[in-house]
Every structure is written in structure tokens, then in C-alpha cells.
């Protein structure tokens, strides 16, 4: 930021970063300068969150890590939301298939409202595939969770169009 704003670049440059929702670290008393520090940047900075599921399930089917890290990501963005960053997020919406999926889609998508009016419009359903360093892990259920995010993210767009906030496609 410091370099951005030295060189006068400040206008010209969005400037991200990444964050896996996994420590609150920027949102401690102790790490208040930081983050005042980052507001006081304004609209030329964002951050893109990694939400890891759509529930307490999915999270600890996609991290290997117990489901109440689910609710803990939700808090950390709920904090970044107050804090009045430019938030945006991308889902993984991987998980074998249950009876209850569309219900678990619909109460995700409630919750992100909750956190922030926007941030369903703000979100990016993250496509994963095979990769070399997954190929060791799969296994059939893994292999049917990768077929299934595809009904998952018409569940997705489903939610979204029933509350008004996407189109038909």
C-alpha cells in the first residue's frame, strides 16, 4: 500500500489479497493498527475469502477438519464485513450428495444475506477438478462429490434467482 500510494498509483491499482477464513488475526485488538491501516486505503483494496463448503459438512468433507470450522469462517467474514472491506468470496460447493442439499443451499445462501445484503452477488462458486497433487486422495466418494457440485451449483443459482438476485440462465 505504502509503495502504491508513494508512486501515486493509487487510483490505478486494486489491490487483494487472499484469505482461507481460517485465523482472525486482522480482526484482534492487537492487529487494530493493520487493519485500520487497510481501511484507511478505501475502495482500492480488497479481500477475497475462501468459504470452504455451504455447511458444517461439506466444510469438514472438503478440509478433513472438524464441521464447526464452517461456523468459524462465517464469523471471521461477518467480522471483515463490519470492518467495511470490500469483500468478495469464492465457494467451494463440493460434497457428496445428500437428501438435504437444496435446504442446506437455500439456509447458506440466507446466511450470507445476513452477513451482508450483497455478498451472495459478490460470490464465486469455485470449480474444482482433478489436480496432480488431489490424484492420490481420490477415491469414489471424492469422485462423486466432483460429478455432484455440479447439481450443487444449480442449487446455487436456484437460491439465488428464488430470493431475486440472479437471473434465469
Given amino acids: 500500500m505504502d509503495a502504491i500510494e ?11 489479497s487472499d ?9 484482534r485488538k492487537d492487529s487494530r493498527t493493520l487493519l485500520e491501516r487497510i481501511q484507511a486505503y478505501g475502495r482500492g483494496y480488497g479481500k477475497a475469502c475462501c468459504v470452504k463448503g455451504f455447511d458444517a459438512e461439506s466444510f469438514a468433507f472438503n478440509t478433513a477438519a472438524e464441521g ?6 462465517l464469523l471471521i ?5 463490519e470492518s467495511g472491506l470490500d469483500l468478495h468470496i469464492y465457494v467451494t460447493l463440493t460434497a457428496p450428495p445428500r437428501a ?4 442446506a443451499m437455500k439456509r447458506f445462501i440466507d446466511r450470507l444475506v445476513n ?6 452477488g459478490r460470490a464465486v462458486p469455485l470449480l474444482v477438478s482433478e489436480f496432480a497433487t488431489m490424484t492420490a486422495r481420490m477415491n469414489p466418494m471424492r469422485a462423486e462429490a466432483l460429478g455432484h457440485q455440479w447439481r450443487l451449483l444449480d442449487m446455487w443459482c436456484e437460491s439465488l434467482h428464488a430470493l431475486g438476485l440472479a437471473e434465469r440462465g
Fill in 100 to 103: 438435504g442439499d437444496r435446504e
Fill in 68 to 73: 464447526s470450522g464452517f461456523e468459524e469462517q
Fill in 19 to 27: 484469505d482461507n477464513l481460517s485465523t482472525d488475526l486482522l480482526l
Fill in 77 to 81: 467474514l461477518r467480522g471483515y464485513s
Fill in 6 to 16: 508513494e508512486r501515486g498509483s493509487k487510483s490505478e491499482v486494486y489491490l487483494w
Fill in 115 to 120: 452477513i451482508r445484503d450483497d455478498l451472495p
